[in-house]
């Protein structure tokens, strides 16, 4: 099937339909530092962040998160580009109540999506391994399960003005979130 009128079904018949066809978009993602909440600590070459009871010195900086336990990723993204993320404990984004960011929640029995302030249950397969696959110019951004199988949990389809960036909040202490190495 192909379809030289509709953009939409263009960009679902080029989308990625196994992991090892994902992969071929791996994007190594690291946290930013400077975005970095002080109760957050990065670690294994800043792939990785665990929230912690004590504050952490990091230096001051405008771009420093401090009402929210979160942190963005140093880089922007466009294109296409796929990331996994292993997460312990329970992870969230705080982003996505506002109409210029997208949440998926993960906790230990169950998934939500959030844009704008609505949260959306999410059913499917639990993991501590979720996959995001974005097609920046398509205007697709999914979220996966990721185990054996990969099994979509959610898709949105809209216009990016803007490159995205990750981002991660986690909300209790000894809760991580490690972006996975994937090459």
Same mark, same amino acid.
């Given at each position: 099937?192909f379809?030289?009128?509709?953009?939409?079904?263009?960009?679902?018949?080029?989308?990625?339909?196994?992991?090892?066809?994902? *992969?071929?978009?791996s994007?190594?993602?690291?946290?930013?530092?400077n975005?970095? #909440?002080?109760?957050?600590?990065l670690?294994?070459? #800043?792939r990785?962040?665990?929230f912690?009871?004590?504050?952490? &010195?990091?230096?001051?900086?405008?771009?420093?998160?401090? #009402?929210? &336990?979160?942190?963005?990723?140093?880089?922007?993204?466009?294109?296409?580009?796929?990331?996994?993320?292993?997460?312990?404990?329970?992870?969230?984004?705080?982003?996505?109540?506002?109409d210029?960011?997208?949440?998926l929640?993960?906790?230990? #029995?169950?998934?939500?999506?959030?844009?704008?302030?609505?949260?959306?249950?999410?059913?499917?397969? $639990?993991s501590?391994?979720?996959? $995001?696959?974005?097609?920046?110019?398509?205007?697709?951004?999914?979220?996966?399960?990721?185990?054996?199988?990969?099994? *979509?949990?959610?898709?949105?389809?809209?216009t990016?003005?803007?490159?995205?960036?990750?981002?991660?909040? *986690?909300?209790?202490?000894?809760?991580?979130?490690?972006?996975?190495?994937?090459?």
């Amino acid at each position: 099937m192909f379809c030289r009128t509709d953009q939409q079904c263009i960009c679902y018949l080029c989308s990625p339909k196994t992991r090892e066809e994902f *992969l071929t978009y791996s994007q190594e993602i690291t946290l930013d530092p400077n975005t970095a #909440n002080t109760r957050l600590l990065l670690s294994e070459g #800043n792939r990785k962040v665990t929230f912690m009871k004590e504050e952490q &010195f990091y230096s001051s900086h405008p771009d420093r998160f401090t #009402n929210y &336990f979160q942190v963005l990723s140093r880089e922007s993204l466009t294109g296409r580009c796929y990331w996994e993320v292993e997460w312990r404990g329970g992870v969230e984004c705080a982003f996505g109540f506002n109409d210029k960011s997208w949440r998926l929640d993960c906790c230990e #029995n169950s998934y939500n999506f959030c844009y704008n302030s609505i949260i959306t249950p999410v059913s499917g397969p $639990v993991s501590s391994r979720v996959g $995001v696959y974005l097609d920046h110019s398509a205007g697709v951004l999914s979220f996966y399960s990721v185990s054996d199988t990969m099994t *979509l949990l959610h898709r949105v389809q809209t216009t990016f003005t803007q490159p995205l960036f990750a981002g991660v909040y *986690l909300y209790d202490v000894g809760v991580t979130a490690e972006f996975c190495k994937l090459k």
